[in-house]
């Protein structure tokens, strides 16, 4: 990457001391990202409760009232699954490695380069996009899930376990036709083709 590419996407950067927030605001923006700083973890975590976290999180380790590794423990409890990058001077080495064990993206050791530092970001920014991919395609098929009737969700059962018609009908006690009715029905308000595509999509649900 050189100096003139520009990245795109949200990176919250969360430090205690003014001068290093600034500095790191202005290098990010002018790499084309938006950036929301904080100058408190205890600031941060407000934000994070009030609304939905986008992007990746940029932390400290050494801050004050709250250390960086306390803020992605805190994090972790709520079940904010962004990346989180660490800025750590040579002494923090130890704690960031086991911070990457609960989790942490990664870490970036100071003094760094502007351009190791945007290609890290950057990394985490895809991984962001990804799963908040994932987790919209998630909540479209939860949708779909729901749209099922309580008789659809017992065929659907069924099929997925991998029952013949004949079976399913004689243990819903109805017709073979009723049940390739709503064996249809399951396929198209699910948005699968198969047996297997059913019991694929539970499992990965957990449904």
């Known amino acids: 990457m050189n100096d003139m590419d520009l990245l795109s996407g949200t990176v919250h950067l969360v430090d205690d001391e003014a001068a290093v927030r600034d500095a790191l605001a202005f ?21 994070v409760d009030a609304a939905p976290l986008e992007g990746c999180v940029l932390l400290d380790v050494r801050m004050e009232p709250m250390s960086g590794l306390i803020v992605h423990d805190e994090l972790a409890a709520r079940g ?5 990058l660490f800025l750590t001077g040579h002494g923090d080495i130890p704690m960031a490695v086991d911070a990457l064990k609960k989790g942490a993206f990664d870490f970036i050791e100071k003094p760094y380069s502007d351009n190791a530092l ?9 991984v962001a996009d990804a799963m908040r991919a ?30 013949l018609n004949k079976i399913i009908a004689d243990e819903l006690n109805v017709s073979i036709r009723t049940v390739e009715v709503h064996r249809a029905r399951v396929f198209s308000k699910l948005g699968v083709r198969s047996a297997a595509e059913v019991a694929t999509l539970l499992a990965e649900l957990g449904a």
């Open 27 to 47: 290098l990010l923006a002018s790499r084309g990202l938006t950036v929301h700083s904080y100058a408190s973890g205890p600031e941060f975590l407000r934000t």
């Open 80 to 84: 904010v699954r962004n990346p989180v």
């Open 118 to 126: 945007a290609e890290r970001i950057e990394r985490a920014l895809r």
């Open 134 to 163: 994932r987790g919209a395609k998630d909540a479209e098929r939860v949708a779909r899930l729901a749209s099922l009737t309580e008789r659809e969700r017992e065929v659907m059962q069924r099929v997925a376990a991998g029952k």
